[in-house]
């Protein structure tokens, strides 16, 4: 068993191209995966 999260982000089309905001988002799930909360900041 593990914890699971829901993520959504929104943003301006005019700006952002969704290519640009996928990556956002796969960068932030890296992150968050990632994290080690036994780490020393």
């Given at each position: 068993i593990r914890y699971k999260m829901f993520l959504s982000h929104s943003y301006d089309h005019r700006v952002v191209n969704g290519a640009l905001g996928g990556?956002?988002?796969?960068?932030?799930?890296?992150?968050?995966?990632?994290?080690?909360?036994?780490r020393e900041i």
């Open positions: 990556q956002f988002v796969q960068r932030v799930a890296q992150y968050l995966e990632g994290f080690d909360k036994d």
